[in-house]
């Protein structure tokens, strides 16, 4: 197996129950692909702690962990990511794709309409099946 990443992805809700959905920009890796905002998870840190800095650092708001949400890991080429997709809530300001070419937000049941990163497909999927 593969060298082995840990990440960790937000599953932030508006008002109206539409999902935020980041795309990747042309200089990360996989690019042009949607996934869940997020990123690595530092050593010694919980995924409130790693989910709560990293939305700071990529889209310039605070949210709030909720709970765990799906947890799976996708073998790449050269390596592996192992994908916990955590809910949040949006307690202060405005997601800005800092980071992201884009940011948009979209009603569950149109979720596959993107081309989802392999890793989040899952959770994707999870979401979908769900009853709210």
Not at 49 to 67: D, M, P, Q
Not at 82 to 111: D, F, M, Q, Y
Request: aromatic content about 6%; overall charge negative; charged content about 30%.
């Amino acid at each position: 197996m593969n060298k082995v990443i840990k990440v960790v992805g937000a599953i932030i809700e508006n008002e109206s129950k539409e999902i935020l959905c980041a795309l990747r920009s042309p200089r990360m890796s996989l690019p042009n692909r949607w996934e869940f905002p997020g990123g690595k998870i530092e050593s010694g840190e919980t995924l409130k702690e790693a989910i709560e800095r990293e939305i700071k650092e990529e889209l310039s708001c605070e949210v709030k962990f909720i709970n765990s949400f799906n947890d799976n890991t996708h073998e790449y080429d050269k390596f592996a990511v192992n994908l916990i997709t955590v809910r949040c809530h949006l307690v202060a300001g405005t997601p800005t794709a800092c980071e992201h070419s884009k940011l948009i937000w979209l009603p569950r049941e149109n979720l596959l309409s993107l081309n989802w990163a392999p890793a989040d497909i899952q959770t994707v999927e999870q979401l979908i099946k769900e009853k709210v």
